[in-house]
């Protein structure tokens, strides 16, 4: 399988696209192709692990892999996670269930992906002949950071250098990325939002003077973000392993749709979705949740992407982002593959903020996509009405997208056509946002992190997650705040 940049610029194997992260003219790599996965092979992974059934997926993508030596890297990368499936799907209520990705080493959904993407790496250099050593550049909004750090901590050849909004993650986030362990590790704060992180590293990623320096030193530069489509390509593979749970539970035949409702920020889990549709797994609706950061409701509605207004900072804060850098890669698709309109709108995006997609390409949107946003008062509402009616603590993130699902299907309720089972994505414990889960299920607040998760559990009776109970008394051991103008001069010092 080739990989193609979405700006035109270039064509790489499925090794270089991971190793690489971006495409050198600023686009991103998608498969010359969507992989098909047939009838008969659903049918075939409904009695696989969720190991084999990411093993099948993943090697559609990158067939130069060695596939069993994919399945060990896949069955050692979870062995890590709490349980025995990675991603169990829990059914709430007729018709209405909930998908939980928190049951890795950070306790978000990023650890689907990026348990995996060291190997992938890894061996990704080996098949493209790449020597040097990596530096895994990575801009997050609270949750990437960690399982990134986490992925990559002690493993050789590679070092990681995570930057993040200082106040635009949850205290726990921030703890927990302070904490980190590993000598390859490195992570510096931020005085901005997401937005100056993620733009910053994108300017880094093209900076010729970095890329020399770097050179010089012996590094290659990469990513972990979703841009990278290595990190992408492991949260495929949840989408197809929850459908076929609901089919191996007997809650619908095979062959027969699931909506998924999924909490977005940089459109990279929903993208997801999307990309297991077009690879022939019926999905019906995908529903794009959003927080008062709401760009994304508005274009899926109007056709009009528009990111000059108003940011705030939510209780969802991994979903505070106004440019979601994953949207390149289905406008891209939306247009007929055509790169110079691509490359064009990103343009338009970067020096205007805003661009407008075809009233045509917007009637296509809408065959899967829907959208809503939410304020913080709904989510409040929501994660407390939820979990006094089925007993079952959401997180904020997948408040928002519970709300945004509970409101589809109220609409839908009177439509035969529109009935489907619907999937809520569940992309963070309760405990990772211990203060706000608090507030909403009991109206108290607490300063401290750890007070909440003590009152969570008390009232829940949920577990405490063994890695939220291991960093409480591990010394902060990084500190370092930058404007973002000098987050390049943080990745310079690696040349030295």
Known sequence: MKFIDTRGGETVTGAEAVVKGIASDGGLFVPERFPAVSREELNEMLAMDYPERAARILMKFFDEYDGEEMLAALKAAYSSFEGDDPAPLVRIDDGLFILELFHGPTCAFKDM????????????????????????????????????????????????????????????????????????????????????????????????????????????????????????????????SAYLDLVSSSQISLGEEADFSVPTGNFGNILAGYYAKRMGLPVGRLLCASNKNNVLTDFIKTGTYDVKRPFFRTMSPSMDILVSSNLERLIFELSGRDASLTAERMHALSASGKYTIRAEELKELKKTFAAGCTGEDDTVECVYEFFTEYGYPLDTHTGVAMNIAQRYLKKTSDDQAERRPMVVVSTASPYKFPQDVLYALTGNDVKDSYKGVKRIHLLTAMKVPEPIKAIRYLPVRFKTVVPPDKMADEVKKYCK
């Open 113 to 240: 992906a990026l348990a995996v993407l060291p190997y992938l790496m890894r061996k990704g250099c080996d098949l493209a002949g790449i020597k040097e050593r990596l530096l895994v550049l990575t801009a997050t909004s609270g949750d990437t950071g960690k399982a990134a750090l986490e992925g990559f901590k002690g493993k050789e050849g590679v070092d990681v250098l995570v930057f993040y909004p200082e106040d635009g993650v949850s205290k726990m986030q921030k703890l927990q990325m302070g904490t980190a362990e590993g000598d390859n590790v490195n992570v510096v704060a931020v005085r901005g939002n997401f937005d100056d992180c993620q733009t910053s590293v994108k300017k880094i990623f093209r900076d010729e003077t970095v890329q020399t320096l770097l050179k010089q030193s012996g590094y290659l530069l990469t990513s972990a973000n979703s841009i990278n489509f290595g990190r992408l390509a492991p949260q495929i593979c949840y989408y197809f």
